[in-house]
């Protein structure tokens, strides 16, 4: 257990529904990280919240996805009329800015979106 | 996208042997991290070699870094079952915090 919690750890939704993620970063991390991983792959970077900014965006990302990381602590992730090409395991991560461990990024234990 | 690429993509030995992972990647980068993935669970951190560093040692564990070749190995010795996973390399060559990873390498440790 890194510290860092991820609800629900498992989703299947319906192609067309709306479904949100949420993740729980360690308490001190100021940086939270999305990645979405498929199958044999290794993960893909979605986009990078210091605090509450969200500072990066990937193209990856279309406009059917959108995160939030209100007060700068868990953050959500929410997919709108989701498609079958959404399935896969969406992590999160966490690192802190400070410290020796700076680059270092704990993740979650992911939770995977089955659309059908 | 994933830039970078671990070899082999799979790879099976017997308990105690030594395992050897390697990786490549394309652009300059600061650091270079190795994390390992059970099956099904979360990625957890293993260990970074900066750029500076040609050598790196953690419990069972060694990391050698070649820039000027852009590759890595990941050598772990005296293998044991609990080590069968999925083992990936990540590169921050894009900034300090946007990692890329490579599709991983697929170790399994026979008893």
């Known amino acids: 257990d890194t510290g860092v919690s991820q609800d629900p750890r498992h989703k299947i939704t319906k192609r067309g529904q709306n479904v949100t993620f949420r993740c729980d970063p360690i308490?001190?991390?100021?940086?939270l990280y999305w990645y979405r991983q498929t199958l044999g792959q290794g993960p893909e970077f979605l986009t990078y919240f210091q605090n509450e900014a969200q500072l990066e965006k990937s193209r990856l990302l279309s406009d059917r996805f959108s995160a939030e990381r209100p007060k700068g602590s868990f953050s959500t992730l929410e997919i709108q009329r989701t498609e079958q090409g959404d399935s896969a395991m969406y992590l999160c991560?966490?690192?802190?800015?400070?410290?020796?461990?700076?680059?270092?990024?704990?993740f979650g234990p992911g939770t995977r979106l089955t659309v059908t | 996208s994933q830039q970078g690429e671990e070899d082999p993509q799979a790879l099976s030995i017997q308990e105690g042997e030594n395992a050897t992972m390697n990786c490549s990647y394309k652009t300059s980068i600061n650091n270079l991290q190795w994390y390992r993935q059970n099956s099904g669970r979360g990625l957890v951190h293993l260990i970074l070699i900066r750029s500076n560093e040609r050598e790196k040692h953690s419990g069972r564990l060694r990391v050698t870094l070649d820039t000027s070749k852009k590759s890595s190995s990941l050598l772990i010795t005296a293998s044991r079952a609990a080590d069968t996973a999925s083992y990936f390399c990540a590169t921050d060559e894009v900034s300090n915090y946007q990692l890329i990873w490579g599709a991983g390498t697929k170790l399994i440790i026979k008893p």
């Open positions: 991560a966490s690192s802190s800015r400070l410290g020796k461990n700076l680059y270092e990024q704990y």
């Open positions: 308490s001190e991390h100021n940086r």
